[in-house]
């Protein structure tokens, strides 16, 4: 952990929370897809994305067990696997050590165990300062980026984003984005990348909770290593700029590390930290 920027601005933090919620929050009510905000705010799928994870947790201090004992029983009815984060901003604030507590005793039926590093940072995350960002990354002059913006060009970035992950239908992405809708003021934002009238590349601009990020930043396997993934990246990132955000974060791949970080990304440990609960 030594290695990683020690981020300690707690308003910054959570607006990166915030934003991570509502990049969720956006799937709530999708077929397949269960979505419960609260004292406990999580998201549990039926396989699809955007995933099984807990958000945030907001538990009284003289009843944390209970209310995790809770949370396993009721995410376990959708799930057998959850990724539990927890940000700086989760209360009380030694939940990371009762959630341990509650791993080695198997939590409410014994039937649950905590795997994996214990905690563990939840991913790659990476930080960036806007205000001075590199030269744009070289790519062919035929390439070219086009923003969604109607249901018919959302397909195709269905269709590139599936690809890029190695396949999946993805319909939750198509039926959460086509129903947030396209407007300039809107939360997300979706663009394509182009080699000509190639889709090559595509990715997602979340604009919310007092942050910006990038999601969804995928390219084909066959088609990678031309620059195509970093050129988008880099014009959402001005497109941020353009809106006024003054730096952001990101939520990396390790595939997509090396990209961002030639962007200006460097690993950042913004106090998350993650617990992955496994029924057994």
């Given amino acids: 952990m030594s290695s990683l920027l020690q981020f300690t601005d707690l308003t910054k933090v959570n607006q990166i929370q915030e934003n991570f919620i509502t990049y969720h929050r956006i799937f709530a009510g999708i077929p397949g897809v269960r979505y419960v905000e609260g004292a406990a705010t999580w998201i549990a799928t039926d396989g699809g994305a955007p995933g099984t994870q807990m958000l945030k947790s907001d538990f009284p201090s003289d009843a944390v067990d209970q209310y995790i004992d809770a949370v396993l029983v009721e995410m376990g009815q959708y799930t057998s696997a959850i990724d539990w984060m927890v940000f700086p901003g989760c209360r009380p604030a030694n939940l990371g050590t009762r959630l341990a507590a509650r791993g080695r005793a198997g939590g409410p039926d014994g039937k649950w165990q905590l795997v994996g590093d214990i905690p563990g940072l939840g991913g790659n995350w990476m930080y960036v300062d806007l205000i001075g960002l590199p030269p744009a990354p070289p790519v062919s002059e035929r390439f ?23 396949g999946g239908e993805y319909h939750n992405f198509y039926q959460a984005y086509a129903r947030h809708g396209f407007a300039q003021d809107a939360l997300k934002h979706h663009y394509i990348g182009y080699l000509d009238e190639q889709p090559v590349t595509s990715g997602t601009l979340l604009l919310a909770g ?24 880099y014009a959402m990132m001005e497109e941020m700029r353009r809106r006024g955000y003054t730096w952001s974060w990101i939520w990396a791949s390790q595939l ?3 990209v961002y970080a030639k962007l200006g990304f460097v690993p950042a440990d913004f106090g998350v930290r993650e617990y992955q609960w496994r029924r057994v």
């Fill in 256 to 258: 997509g590390k090396s």
């Fill in 144 to 166: 070219h980026i086009v923003r969604v913006n109607d249901k018919q060009m959302l397909e195709t970035w269905r269709q590139t984003s599936s690809e890029g992950f190695g």
């Fill in 210 to 233: 007092g942050s910006a990020s990038i999601y969804n930043v995928s390219t084909p396997a066959q088609l990678r290593r031309q620059g195509f993934g970093g050129a988008l990246t």
